[in-house]
């Protein structure tokens, strides 16, 4: 990259202006990347996070600029009985693959939108939900995982290509982001994950068995056909670039939501966070890509 992150030019950039990032975890890292990247150029009384709709939506507010940087909870991008931005481990994934006006009216007047939507698909199947949650006309139907998927970026694009100001919003799209779970896919020991993985892959193109292109593909159509109709919404493809990185996950060094039992503190294998990615670190390459993308023939160097 010609130039390094400057916080502030991105503030200069994003003043008056509402960025907000929309989906699940590891989108929320990033928005933390990005809050880290900038927070230091805002002296302290002039910054603060709060929370709205239910803490489903988080806002970094830095006053001087009159900016939020917002994160918007919504793992599979239209309504899903794992909206709740706590409690969302459920045994069986429900989505209402039609429905994403709920959601969409809280960031429908951002500047800057930056979506992602990939782990919480990796399942074969998924329950689709035609009808209302807690309706008792609802009709439940069990579908491939990748279909639905399909259906539901459909949804998210029909609704970007109708209300999306075109001269007013940029609009990204996060490719997968690749986990490591599984050490044999780059020659580890069987059984084994990033748990203790100090150093990052370096055979070239080197992509895990958790990373599923056929959605990215079904990304990139779908985006595709948004260019097409005028819409440019933006891949930031951090895919490859992460995919070397089995040393960059939290791993053991993570907040447990649970006390640990004998057997998981016996093998810590077993609770090694081999998804999320540690900060400082991966993420904040993908928020430099995004950074460089933002500002875009506006940057003076
Ligand atoms: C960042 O940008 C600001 C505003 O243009 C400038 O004053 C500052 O020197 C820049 N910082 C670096 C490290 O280039
Ligand atoms: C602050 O930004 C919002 C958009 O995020 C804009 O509507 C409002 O007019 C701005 N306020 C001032 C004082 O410029
Ligand atoms: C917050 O949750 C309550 C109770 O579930 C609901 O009635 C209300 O509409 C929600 N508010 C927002 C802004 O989502
Ligand atoms: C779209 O955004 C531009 C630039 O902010 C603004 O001038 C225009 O009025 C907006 N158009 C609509 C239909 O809101
Ligand atoms: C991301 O880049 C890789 C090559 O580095 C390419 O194979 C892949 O198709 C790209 N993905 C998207 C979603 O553009």
């Known amino acids: ?31 933390v990347s990005m809050i880290c990247l900038v ?9 603060w996070i709060s929370y709205r709709h239910n803490h489903s939506l988080i806002a970094f507010n830095a006053m ?18 794992s909206d709740h931005p706590y409690n969302h481990r459920l045994p069986e994934r429900v989505v209402r693959v039609q429905a994403i006006e709920k959601h969409a009216r809280v960031w429908s007047d951002a500047d800057i939108l930056i979506f992602n939507s990939y782990l919480w698909w990796l399942r074969p199947e998924i329950k689709v939900l035609w009808g209302s949650f ?19 970026l459909n949804t998210w694009s029909d609704w970007l290509e109708v209300h999306i100001n075109r001269s007013k919003t940029q609009v990204f799209f996060v490719s997968m982001s690749p986990t490591h779970d599984r050490a044999e896919d780059w020659g580890g020991l069987d059984g084994h994950n990033c748990y203790q993985e100090t150093e990052p892959i370096t055979r070239e193109g080197y992509s895990g068995s958790g990373s599923r ?9 779908v ?12 891949i930031l493809n951090i895919t490859q670039l992460s995919e070397y990185r089995k040393d960059a996950h939290p791993s053991i060094y993570k907040r447990q939501w649970h006390p640990l039992s004998r ?3 016996a093998d810590p294998t077993s609770y090694a966070d081999c998804f999320h ?7 904040d390459v993908w928020n430099e890509l995004l950074y460089a993308y933002i500002l875009r023939n506006r940057s003076p160097c």
């Open 277 to 283: 990615w540690c900060l400082p670190g991966v993420s």
């Open 213 to 221: 292109p056929e959605l990215m593909r079904a990304v990139e159509a």
């Open 223 to 234: 985006i595709g056909r948004l260019r097409a109709r005028g819409l440019g919404v933006r």
């Open 39 to 47: 927070e230091s150029a805002i002296p302290p009384n002039l910054k």
């Open 263 to 265: 057997e998981q503190l």
């Open 134 to 152: 807690g309706s008792p006309d609802g009709i439940h139907k069990m579908e491939q995982a990748p279909r639905v998927y399909e259906m539901a």
């Open 64 to 81: 001087e600029y009159n900016t939020t940087i917002e994160f918007y909870w919504a793992p599979m991008l239209v309504e899903s009985n």
């Open 1 to 31: 990259m010609r130039c390094r992150f400057n916080a502030t030019w991105l503030l200069e950039r994003l003043r008056n202006k509402r960025m907000v990032y929309v989906g699940d975890s590891l989108n929320r890292g990033q928005w």
